[in-house]
């Protein structure tokens, strides 16, 4: 009866977490994008769980909720990043093109490198001695700190490889369409 109902409170918990993120950034695709760290970390999760023979259980889907929200905010914050390094590019530059575009994200992407890494390096510190933990109570908190240890191991990689390659494809055919529109406004 409780899973049932934890089944059932996880996509209302994601829904919300993308209107939070739709108000930040006032567009579906980027608020889509950030979330799309959310997937790849529940599917780290998942695998540790898998491979040390836990179950799905309340307190998993506990560690899953948890989970969930570190990894949009990993996709969050990249986007922002990607983001703020687009617009000071564009404040230069008006007219900025391709080049320009991959130089701002690799600008935004490797300012996240280093607070990324301390990130996971806290949350793997904080966790791993729980879920190594032996004693009364350790059972209920391993089966939380799984998932967000195999998801610590998983969600990096997306946000710090994916979410820029994205940003890019978005940029791009925003770019493309603005083109379009000043070539059809131009007289012949």
């Known amino acids: 009866?409780?899973?049932k109902r934890l089944i059932l409170v996880v996509p209302i918990v994601l829904l919300i977490v993308f209107v939070l993120i739709y108000t930040v950034f006032r567009r579906t695709s980027e608020a889509a994008l950030s979330m799309a760290s959310?997937?790849?970390a529940l599917v780290g999760g998942l695998w540790l769980i898998w491979l040390l023979g836990h179950a799905v259980s309340v307190a998993t889907m506990i560690g899953f909720i948890?989970?969930?929200g570190v990894a949009a905010e990993f996709g969050v914050v990249m986007m922002l990043y990607l983001r703020h390094a687009w617009d000071r590019q564009l404040a230069a530059e008006p007219r900025s093109g391709v080049a320009e575009l991959d130089e701002a994200i690799r600008e935004g992407a490797v300012?996240?490198?280093r607070p990324k890494a301390m990130t996971v390096a806290v949350i793997l510190a904080g966790l791993l001695p729980?879920?190594?933990g032996h004693g009364a109570g350790s059972e209920v908190?391993?089966?939380i700190a799984?998932?967000?240890i195999g998801g610590m191991l998983t969600a990096p990689l997306l946000s710090m490889l994916v979410i820029p390659a994205a940003f890019r494809l978005l940029v791009l055919r925003r770019l493309r369409r603005a083109g379009q529109?000043?070539?059809s406004a131009q007289p012949e």
């Open 146 to 148: 799984a998932p967000m």
């Open 130 to 132: 729980i879920l190594l």
């Open 111 to 113: 300012q996240r490198v």
């Open 1 to 3: 009866q409780a899973m």
């Open 141 to 143: 908190m391993q089966r």
């Open 181 to 183: 529109a000043n070539e």
């Open 38 to 40: 959310v997937p790849l």
């Open 66 to 68: 948890a989970l969930a």
